[in-house]
DNA sequence: TCGCTAGTAGAACAGCGTTCGTCAACGAAC
DNA sequence: GTTCGTTGACGAACGCTGTTCTACTAGCGA
């Protein structure tokens, strides 16, 4: 897939001046070696130098096939949003397939760095975030909610997924790097567990709930208080 | 404040070689030259240089009052935090305070340009964001919700806020770069209802709810679902 | 009065996104 | 079959970033 990939030429020719032959550069093949940096070492580590030396070229040549870096995370936000998985719509089942349908999003969606930080810039306009847009939309107006809190909904049910996975995704990252992995929520609670009664009367009393649970536990929570709440919005078809 | 307010000395002195009087450069004095900065800029456009350079300084000299970067946004998303007032909880106005809390805690932190987004990468245990804690924890005990819940809204509720206020304080940024300000919905909106019905049946009806409001609204409406799940947590005080 | 410490700051390092200008290769036209 | 124009490739450079090194100096305690 890359230059180091071609053929290898008799150490005796003299190398084809400056440039090999025309390499094809695809657009594809930029997103393609872009996926296992943006998982590494994400955002921020998956430079534009870091990105053209994985494809054996400079900078430069990378802006022939996309805009700016901006443009190109958009590309990649929405070739990972595409990777999740949509249900069927079955008005019966809208709270558990809505709830899988986000829980899977926020795993596919932490599983590719904190890629989903450049949702929280703008909205997210790619045909595959457009398709998992419409299935929402169909599975809440399925179970009964009202045209205005669905439309609403579609932007604080993603915002709140995509909050959570940047937040998580940095937590990996620094686990990654050496520091302890789900201990953090611990260290966190032990840390409320020295504080002074005095100054935090009630939270200093709920040092074991506030260690409880990992990023697992507490994304599924805060997807269930929405969960709870859209329910609320149900009223009786007409 | 700055070394430019120092009185002027007769242009034929030699300047004091190299270093003027012992300047007392404080954290404090730092922390106040950010805010306007990071206001107007936002976190990306305060740059040690950027802020030393309004100090009248060199970027080397900040670090000797601070740890990096990173420490100073912490400290500035304290000082933020410290600037929302916290009621004094009464158990019969629960629902209301703690709207009102957190709707100026959005307030607040949209004002300080994209601050917010540093309590995206880290839980905030700075003493103002642990006095806010403290209060939402009063609150939501006295309506009689359980210390579990309790602790894991701690993670949502703040994590939901934070994000809006990300994503909004971005649209004001761009706003502000001269792309129209609040007619971004409206554009959005307006694009949806170009989509095809045939591929997206559903939301090409909803132009209008999908257009419907502003940021607010928008905001609010979540807020709205978190409080909505939260009371379904509500249980008889025994 | 001396010596030490702690704050100041110029210069530099390695990295970033992006742009410029050159150059070679291909498809089309004559 | 040869030439021309277009287009992708890409080395070099620009201006920026956070941070560190190092020299220096001013003030304070002894």
Redesign the pocket.
């Known amino acids: 897939m890359t230059a180091a990939d071609l053929p290898p030429e008799p150490p005796w020719w003299t190398p ?10 695809t657009r594809a093949a930029i997103l393609a070696a872009a996926r296992p940096i943006l998982r590494a070492e994400g955002v921020d580590g998956l ?4 990105l053209a030396t994985e494809l054996g ?5 990378l ?3 996309v805009a ?3 443009e190109l995370l958009d590309l990649l936000f929405d070739q990972v949003v595409g990777e999740i998985a949509l249900p069927e719509p079955d008005p019966a089942r809208w709270r558990e397939q809505f709830t899988a349908l986000w829980t899977e999003a926020h795993e596919t969606l932490m599983d590719n760095g904190d890629i989903a930080r450049v949702s929280l810039g703008k909205v997210p306009l790619g045909p595959n975030a457009m398709r998992a847009a419409e299935t929402m939309v169909v599975i809440l107006t399925g179970a009964g909610i009202p045209a205005q809190p669905v439309a609403w909904a579609l932007d604080a049910v993603p915002l709140y997924v995509a909050a959570s996975a940047v937040e998580n995704a940095i937590g990996v990252a620094q686990a990654r790097a050496g520091n302890p992995p789900e201990e953090h929520y611990a260290r966190v609670g032990a840390y409320f567990a020295t504080l002074s009664p005095a100054h935090y009367p009630l939270m200093s009393t709920m040092a074991r709930e506030l260690a409880e649970g990992g990023r697992t536990e507490r994304f599924a929570f805060g997807l269930d208080l929405l969960v709870r709440g859209l329910e609320s919005h149900i009223t009786p078809r007409r």
Chains 1, 2 share one sequence.
């Open positions: 084809p001046k400056n440039s090999g032959p025309r390499r094809s550069l430079s534009m130098r870091r070229t400079g900078p430069a040549s802006y022939a096939h700016n870096k901006d």
